[in-house]
């Protein structure tokens, strides 16, 4: 059964930082591409961050130099270290595993205040 299961999310003022965290089971984690997503209330889901199986990594323009992906393959986790939020960072953030079948966890929320 895959599961990916979310962490790390919370309430925290804006210049703060938390760390999102993604553990997967139940498929090949090393060969997947993992990334994070987010959506915002009332917006379309959208990409935040990705990191290959090789650890390329992929950022949106919105987050790069703030936030930094990463994985542990002997964990089967990946994070997403977030830094100077700002309130427009606040939604819901959903880590997927990207591959042969794509799979998404059930999402944290962030919220980010003044």
């Known amino acids: 059964q895959v599961q990916l299961v979310e962490s790390g999310g919370g309430l925290v003022q804006a210049g703060g930082s938390l760390k999102l965290s993604c553990a997967a089971s139940?498929?090949?984690?090393?060969?997947?591409?993992m990334a994070w997503y987010r959506q915002a209330p009332g917006k379309e889901r959208e990409f935040v961050a990705g990191i290959w199986s090789d650890l390329t990594t992929h950022y949106a323009p919105s987050v790069k130099g703030r936030f930094t992906i990463s994985r542990d393959n002997t964990k089967n986790t990946v994070y997403l270290q977030m830094n100077s939020l700002k309130v427009e960072d606040t939604g819901v953030y959903y880590c997927?595993?990207?591959?042969?079948?794509?799979?998404w966890g059930q999402g944290t929320q962030v919220c980010v205040s003044f």
């Open positions: 997927a595993g990207i591959g042969r079948v794509d799979y």
């Open positions: 139940g498929f090949s984690f090393s060969t997947y591409k």
